[in-house]
């Protein structure tokens, strides 16, 4: 079992920045892929970022290509998700999400393991 504690969250002007951190306890392996994922109030969950167990690959929605940053650092069991120039509409509860797999996929579903969410709050 893994467990996922999401961090950071907060209330940000349109424009600011915002650290996500995700700490993973249990039993964590770098062969996790890990993903972060967000839902606004009446919305699905969408996916937002993930980056491969080796951290050698990372991916992005297009809605946050650019924008955003994910890392991961092994010997913390650590992602981070920077979130920069941030708009009103990445308003949501972010998700950190490990699978037990290195691949990276974008499927909700595709996640084993999920956090209790963080709320992020972009004013205009």
């Known amino acids: 079992q893994v467990r996922l504690v999401e961090s950071g969250g907060g209330l940000v002007q349109a424009g600011g920045s915002l650290r996500l951190s995700c700490l993973a306890s249990g039993r964590t392996s770098t062969r996790h892929a890990m993903g972060w994922f967000r839902q606004a109030p009446g919305k699905e969950r969408e996916f937002v970022a993930a980056?491969?167990?080796?951290?050698?690959?990372?991916y992005y929605s297009d809605s946050v290509k650019g924008r955003f940053t994910i890392s991961r650092d092994n010997a913390k069991n650590t992602v981070y998700l920077q979130m920069s120039s941030l708009k009103p509409e990445d308003t949501a509860v972010y998700y950190c999400?490990?699978?037990?797999?290195?691949?990276?996929?974008?499927?909700?579903?595709?996640?084993?393991?999920w956090g209790q969410g963080t709320q992020v709050t972009v004013s205009s």
């Open positions: 999400a490990a699978r037990n797999s290195l691949v990276v996929l974008q499927g909700p579903d595709e996640y084993d393991y």
């Open positions: 980056i491969s167990g080796s951290a050698g690959s990372t």
